[in-house]
């Protein structure tokens, strides 16, 4: 069965720092991109950023571009969200999804899922 197990997130002030682990199973990790989407209250989800584990490609949603990394181990199958100089508007739910398709990568929520539990970031400012 695909699983994904999520943990990390916390409660920090503004310019502080978190990081999130996403533990994959149950697939070629290498074969399937993973992101990270999160869900403010009354917000829509949205994509973070995603990782192609086939080639290591990354991408970010423009919000967080130069203050969040996103890395993967492979031989560890997981993957981690490095989140600096954070603000209050990154407060939300954070999830980590792996693609539907294999070798595909996008930040969609439709494209993804096998949701991990998700994980609250509340940064206050």
């Known amino acids: 069965d695909v699983q994904l197990q999520a943990s990390g997130g916390g409660l920090v002030q503004a310019g502080g720092s978190l990081r999130h682990s996403c533990v994959a199973s149950g697939f070629t990790f290498d074969d399937y991109a993973i992101a990270w989407f999160r869900q403010a209250p009354g917000k829509e989800r949205e994509g973070v950023s995603v990782?192609?584990?086939?080639?290591?490609?990354?991408y970010y949603a423009d919000s967080v571009k130069g203050r969040f990394t996103i890395s993967s181990d492979n031989a560890k199958n997981t993957v981690y969200l490095q989140m600096n100089s954070l603000k209050p508007e990154d407060t939300a739910v954070y999830y980590c999804?792996?693609?539907?398709?294999?070798?595909?990568?996008?930040?969609?929520?439709?494209?993804?899922?096998?949701w991990g539990q998700g994980t609250l970031v509340t940064v206050s400012s």
């Open positions: 990782i192609a584990n086939s080639d290591r490609s990354t």
């Open positions: 999804g792996v693609a539907l398709r294999r070798l595909w990568v996008s930040l969609e929520v439709t494209d993804f899922g096998f």
